[in-house]
């Protein structure tokens, strides 16, 4: 593929592709289904316009059953009923129509209109001559009859010849049979009868004639009458026989043949619908075949296409992912000798692979600084062991120093001793110088008991003790030599703690112990001595308003046989030295604010919990 | 019933001084003690082995620590393991009140611990002490 494309593009253009293809399967989906939609519809609409053909024949049927219902019993109700149908098959005529739109229908339905139209205005005849033929036959005819029958009966009493009645009576018979096969015609039309009738009427008639010439005028008035009479009858009842046979002729013959060409034009209508459905039909199947198939091989093709794309891009990520993830892992452990793979590709990929590459670097440069800080810390070690060894060296040193510079003191104090025992007869001024050295050897005592706390001080020993340090500091004062009466001013507030209890005493009865040495008012002088709590130590504060220290020696004065100011008060100069020593091996912090004559005050902290104390120490002790 | 005020020290102490005070302190009570002196634990043990010291019974040994050469604790260490010897009486006299030396003392059973700054009072207690105590029998008892 592309090799200089980016993965984000390659992926992107697969993508693409692959949604281009799905899209065009979509639409190709959905166009088959829109066809198939449409040629359903068209079938519904074939469907709907064959069935409206069946109608039409179906009334076309109907049409002619109620016709011949009517000629036959000529009733009102059923005249209505043909009208009605013919009224409704043309409203079907038109929704047929409406339905079948293609030119060969719509001639076709051309014609049936006509047709049904020429039935139509027939049928108006035919209904014209049937109510003739009805009022006729049923009104006037009889009617007609009637009179005629009582005419003859009249005109035969008149008579006074027999040989007339004679004639006339057959007259009356004739007419009487001709009624009866006028009657029977419009029964049964059949042209025989109708001939009949006229037979027998014209024969009556012709009675009537013969005997009108042998009759005197009285009578002849009225045989005129009746052979009047008898003419019109024939008249109407030609009339009516013409109507009837009017009306069948119209129905049997010209109306029949509209509706036969009716029929006929319907038949063909419902041949070409029934065509039409079968070429939709067809068409319908061979268009879902071709969108099944097309869809089919649009599916497969996005598969094969999808399957290609994925599998190669796979290839191009997946791998290269997996690889860069494994190394990476391994890298993530810190390890350095990794071949970091597919550097050398242009894409991300190759981006990422750069990073590990930087990634790979960096552990090497860590792994060196490791190992040399390894071996700056092994050095560290050793140099505080080193240390340590020293430290203890020099504490052991103190030790064993002031111990055995003590020894011979010891000695040097007893033997003087011994001679001032010894002999009484000593003069005043060897006593003295005697008494000299015995002061020497107790100041260089006191200077080597000095010495020997203060290397003491350097060993932390954790004795945890309960210290009450308003009892301490009570206590403390109690023992002191307070000639001036200072004051001594602290809080009952004082806190009570577990503790190195002797290490705290110390460092507080020292101060204090300078507090009063070194304030030298006579009167009004003041030690205060408080308390507060800062994190986890105790911040001690002795304060008073003596002689004060100049800020110039606020550092000599915490170092060893350091002494400043009063040279009259008594002391080794090691006191704050120890302080100090102690104070700063829990931890804490010894300060001094002070100015000449405006006192001092002394603040150091101690821990409230020798835990942390323990701790630091063996971390200390571990360390060093 | 021994005369109590021939009482046999063994003063295992090397610095004369000392040696001096202790003789000074014993001569102004009137004690008629035989003061024998070791400067070392080393001499201390040959003297006592010597076959020519024939007594009834062992010294006293008033036991000083700090010596050089071997000093108070090697010289107990080697006393209790002798079998002739492990019977004695030692009374530590030394200058260091450290713990760690009166625990090391009193492990290997001394009769007391006594720091050299009162030897007045310690020779005072020597005196109580002398005329009162059986002492045991010189050589120990041997096992049968």
């Known amino acids: 593929m592309w090799p200089m494309a980016s993965l984000k593009s390659k992926i992107y253009a697969g993508f693409g592709i692959t949604s281009v293809l799905l899209l065009v399967n979509g639409v190709l989906g959905y166009t088959g289904i829109v066809k198939t939609q449409e040629s359903s519809k068209s079938i519904r609409d074939i469907h709907k316009a064959s069935s409206s053909v069946q109608i039409i024949d179906r009334d076309v049927q109907e049409l002619r059953l109620s016709v011949r219902r009517f000629i036959q019993d000529g009733h009102d109700s059923q005249r209505q009923k043909v009208l009605e149908l013919i009224s409704s098959l043309e409203e079907d005529i038109e929704a047929a129509k409406s339905h079948n739109l293609d030119p060969d229908s719509q001639e076709a339905f051309l014609l049936v209109s006509e047709h049904l139209r020429g039935y139509a205005e027939q049928f108006d005849v035919v209904m014209e001559e049937r109510k003739l033929r009805a009022s006729l036959v049923q009104n006037e005819l009889p009617r007609l009859g009637q009179s005629i029958d009582e005419m003859f009966q009249s005109v035969t009493q008149e008579l006074s010849d027999t040989s007339q009645k004679v004639k006339f009576i057959e007259a009356q018979q004739r007419f009487a049979s001709s009624q009866k096969q006028l009657l029977r015609y419009f029964t049964n039309p059949d042209s025989t009868l109708a001939n009949e009738s006229v037979t027998e009427l014209e024969h009556s008639m012709r009675l009537l004639a013969e005997s009108l010439n042998s009759q005197n005028s009285t009578n002849k008035a009225d045989i005129q009458e009746l052979s009047n009479k008898l003419q019109d009858f024939e008249r109407m009842g030609l009339r009516a026989v013409q109507a009837t046979r009017g009306y069948l002729f119209l129905v049997n013959v010209l109306m029949s043949g509209e509706a036969s060409e009716v029929a006929h034009y319907s038949k063909s209508l419902m041949r070409m619908t029934n065509k039409r459905r079968a070429d939709l039909s067809n068409e319908v199947k061979t268009a879902t075949e071709k969108t099944k198939d097309t869809t089919q091989l649009g599916i497969i093709l996005v598969l094969l296409v999808a399957l290609v794309l994925s599998s190669r891009l796979a290839y191009l990520i997946v791998t290269p992912i997996s690889r860069l993830t494994s190394t990476f892992k391994l890298l993530a452990e810190g390890k350095t000798r990794v071949t970091v793979p597919e550097t050398n590709r242009a894409d991300e990929i190759g981006e990422m692979a750069k990073a590990a590459e930087v990634f790979r670097s960096q552990n090497e440069q860590t792994q060196t600084l490791l190992n040399q800080s390894r071996e700056l810390s092994y050095q560290l070690v050793k140099h505080s062991e080193d240390l340590k060894a020293i430290n203890e060296e020099l504490d052991s040193f103190a030790y064993i120093a002031s111990h055995d510079l003590r020894s011979p003191l010891r000695g040097i104090s007893q033997l003087t001793s011994c001679i001032v025992e010894d002999d009484d007869s000593l003069k005043e001024e060897t006593s003295e110088l005697l008494s000299l050295i015995q002061e020497r050897i107790t100041k260089m005592e006191d200077l080597l008991e000095n010495l020997l706390e203060y290397s003491r001080a350097g060993r932390v020993e954790i004795e945890p003790e309960l210290v009450d340090v308003h009892m301490l500091v009570s206590d403390t004062i109690e023992l002191l030599n307070n000639p001036n009466k200072v004051e001594f001013i602290y809080s009952e507030d004082l806190p009570k703690f577990v503790t190195s209890k002797t290490p705290f005493e110390q460092v507080l009865q020292n101060l204090i112990t300078n507090a009063l040495k070194y304030n030298d008012n006579t009167d009004g002088g003041r030690i205060e001595i408080s308390c507060q709590t800062e994190g986890n130590r105790y911040l001690f504060v002795v304060n008073d308003n003596g002689s004060g220290i100049s800020p110039r020696h606020h550092e000599r004065i915490f170092k060893m046989y350091q002494r400043v100011g009063n040279s009259q008060v008594e002391g080794s100069g090691m006191g704050l030295a120890i302080v100090k020593k102690q104070v700063e091996s829990y931890g804490g912090t010894i300060t001094v604010d002070s100015d000449e004559g405006r006192g001092a005050k002394f603040s150091f902290t101690w821990p409230i919990s020798l835990q942390e104390e323990i701790h630091t120490t063996e971390l200390r002790e571990a360390h060093v | ?144």
């Not at chain 2, 030897?119 to 120990?140: F, H, K, N, R």
């Open chain 2, 1 to 144: 019933m021994s005369n109590r005020n021939n009482v046999a020290l063994l003063l295992v102490e090397d610095d004369t001084v000392d040696i001096m005070m202790f003789k000074r302190a014993v001569k102004k009570r009137n004690l008629n003690y035989v003061i024998d002196v070791a400067t070392d634990g080393r001499a201390a043990l040959d003297q006592l082995r010597d076959p020519k010291r024939s007594q009834a019974t062992s010294p006293v040994i008033l036991l000083d620590l700090n010596m050089p050469g071997m000093n108070g604790h090697e010289f107990l260490e080697e006393l209790r393991n002798d079998d002739s010897l492990r019977h004695c009486i030692v009374f530590v006299l030394t200058t260091s009140g450290h713990v760690r030396d009166k625990t090391l003392a009193y492990n290997k059973n001394v009769a007391g611990y006594f720091l050299k700054s009162n030897l007045d009072g310690i020779v005072a207690m020597l005196e109580q002490y002398s005329t009162y105590v059986e002492l045991p029998v010189a050589g120990g008892i041997q096992p049968v």
